[in-house]
């Protein structure tokens, strides 16, 4: 059970020791507490230390989205933060209302000193191919037919991918599955990759550090931290036969083009067919008890007003303001 710090004050207890008095705190827990989504552990950061406070203290565990659904409906936290949308069914099993909270996308991140800076174009079947081990160096003929003009080194490729249970997981196989027939086959859209070749990390940054760590590693995470990381960020060929670079204005398009559903509060992204939609685009979804337990407290207030004020962290944090129908169907919940 969380306990509350009224007025922020911290309980104290005097002792005399002959002539010493020492004075001890005890120390207070939030009164919000959080966990779930490595992708949005920037963003998380600056929503808690900006909104959290006018609802008591907002604390945020990146575990990842499948550990944070998990907690949510056990309601071991106050709300989980998950990558993958849920299904309304699903929903109305675990007890759990879902609230979009922003626009972000999954980057992919190479290690290539050789490339100076230049940006690489991949798509889904290159990318499937490396991580069943079928493509094994940067010069390989399918990444040159890619990359016209672009000297790329006969460098030995390690792929780099999530160990544990992760949304970005699931967005990044879910675009390996929708260029590669045999990956859509073998592994499908799934959030636990587990596989034959390179090697896994737990955790966004884990895997950021392998890549960094890894002259010819390849891998993938959140935008704003691949951004920081200094790795190179590549281009990807969307459904509309276009490479796009992940930024805000391709999120945003990908967002804008994606159909809403009003009783799971989902996005269906898959697929965006703009020109300049990014293909890997994403939005993560906070989970909240639709009936909560005695003891636990309300993520709402928080969730709410981070959504409909926080643009700015939002934007700094390398993610994309929810468009109006999605900003609508967070601020009507209560």
């Known amino acids: 059970m969380i306990k509350k710090c009224p007025n922020g004050a911290h309980a104290s207890a005097l002792f005399s020791f002959g002539i010493s008095l020492v004075l001890l705190a005890s120390s207070c827990q939030a009164q919000v507490a959080g966990a779930g989504s490595t992708l949005v552990r920037e963003l ?21 989205s499948s550990a944070g659904a998990a907690r949510a409906a056990e309601q071991s936290v106050d709300f989980g933060i998950t990558d993958v949308p849920m299904t309304a069914a699903a929903l109305r099993l675990a007890g759990l209302r879902q609230v979009p909270l922003a626009g972000a ?4 991140v190479v290690n290539l000193p050789e490339l100076g800076g ?10 499937a191919d490396i991580y069943q081990g079928n493509i094994t160096q940067w010069n390989h003929s399918q990444i040159a037919g890619a990359n016209p003009g672009l000297a790329l080194p006969a460098r030995v490729i390690v792929p780099i991918w999530r160990a544990d249970g992760s949304g970005q997981s699931y967005i990044f196989s879910s675009y390996l599955s929708r260029g590669n027939p045999k990956w859509r086959r073998v592994m499908g859209s799934t959030s636990n990759l587990s596989l034959t070749v390179g090697r896994g990390a737990k955790g966004g940054q884990a ?3 392998a890549v960094k760590a890894t002259p010819g590693a390849v891998g993938y995470d959140a935008l704003g931290a691949a951004q920081k990381s200094g790795l190179s960020v590549a281009e990807l060929l969307n459904s509309s036969g276009k490479s796009v670079a992940p ?14 559903s009003k009783d799971g509060n989902a996005a269906d992204l898959d697929g965006s067919a703009g020109p300049g939609a990014y293909p890997m ?27 409909s004020q926080g643009d700015a962290p939002v934007r700094q944090a390398g993610f994309s303001p929810l468009p109006a129908v999605a900003k609508g169907l967070t601020g009507a919940l209560r």
């Open 44 to 64: 998380m950061t600056s929503w808690t230390t900006q909104y959290g406070p006018a609802s008591g203290g907002v604390t945020y565990e990146a575990v990842g």
């Open 105 to 108: 996308a999954v980057a992919v």
């Open 118 to 127: 230049k940006a690489i174009k991949l798509n889904g079947d290159i990318l």
């Open 207 to 209: 895997l950021l550090d």
């Open 247 to 260: 930024n805000a204005a391709s999120i945003s398009e990908a967002l804008e083009r994606a159909q809403w």
């Open 281 to 307: 685009a994403a939005v993560p979804y906070a989970l909240v008890p639709a009936v909560m337990k005695k003891g636990r407290n309300s993520a709402l207030p928080f969730i709410q007003m981070a959504v």
